[in-house]
């Protein structure tokens, strides 16, 4: 019942942008925790960006130092949507990018099928 679809991955040159979105079925995302994690081969999992506190009008964030001033997590009520917005794009951003729900505020336990992301010139 509950699924999260990702799509707008996409191959970039460096200092482009992309949004990727992740739709859900099953639940609402005001009811669960939204977090966007990335894997790049070789390399551990990475969370990327995490809600830390929505209340319909305000959506607060955190995210990886690594990508803090260029990323920006968004929502869209009304087609239980949440985004990724990435800006000024490196090769390092380049990775499988995941949306995750956690109903509990203790674990993640519904992932996205993943969408790959290419930053090279």
């Known amino acids: 019942q509950v699924q999260l679809v990702e799509s707008g991955g996409g191959m970039v040159q460096p200092g482009g942008s992309l949004r990727l979105s992740c739709a859900a079925s099953g639940f609402t995302w005001d009811d669960y925790v939204i977090g966007w994690f990335r894997q790049a081969p070789g390399k551990e999992r990475e969370k990327v960006s995490w809600v830390i506190r929505s209340d319909g009008s305000t959506l607060d964030a955190e995210y990886a130092g690594s990508v803090k001033g260029r990323f920006t997590i968004s929502r869209d009520k009304a087609k239980n949507t949440v985004y990724l917005q990435m800006n000024s794009l490196k090769p390092e951003d380049t990775a499988v990018y995941y949306c995750?729900?956690?109903?509990?505020?203790?674990?993640?336990?519904?992932w996205g099928q993943g969408t790959q992301v290419t930053v090279s010139s």
């Open positions: 995750a729900a956690d109903p509990t505020g203790n674990e993640y336990d519904y």
